[in-house]
């Protein structure tokens, strides 16, 4: 059954809650490691890239679900939505100028993820509801 477009909506904003959630709580704990065991830069920055991976990964499940509709779409919007997200709100916290090219290469990277995710979640099977 397809969903209606606010159907769709809901389950693109639940997708997005989830990703800030995650990212949220992983940015928690990063700092606490970064505090306590002293992270390099270096390191800092790669763990930076796979809480956005976990982040869009959850998302796209959350919003997508197993055997879900338009996955493609859904998981790639979801992507954009919450790498644009970020980049809005890292700014509006006073972050520094960051290189065009490079915020348009994360956007590009992040949607070809959720994308994927997304699709690869909807041609799974449904999970069978307990009667």
Not at 52 to 78: D, E, N, P, S, W
């Amino acid at each position: 059954m397809e969903k209606t477009r606010g159907q769709a909506a809901l389950a693109l904003l639940k997708g997005l809650a989830v990703a800030v959630g995650v990212t949220l709580t992983l940015m928690a704990v990063v700092a606490a490691l970064a505090v306590w065991l002293r992270l390099s830069d270096g390191l800092l920055t790669a763990l930076n890239q796979v809480m956005k991976l976990c982040a869009i990964l959850l998302g796209t499940l959350a919003a997508v679900g197993r055997g879900g509709h338009r996955g493609f779409v859904t998981g790639m919007t979801l992507a954009l939505l919450y790498m644009a997200l970020g980049y809005a709100g890292y700014v509006g916290l006073g972050g520094s100028a960051f290189r065009t090219g490079e915020m348009l290469g994360e956007l590009l990277v992040g949607a070809a993820i959720g994308a994927a995710a997304g699709a690869v979640l909807s041609n799974l099977p449904a999970r069978r509801r307990a009667a």
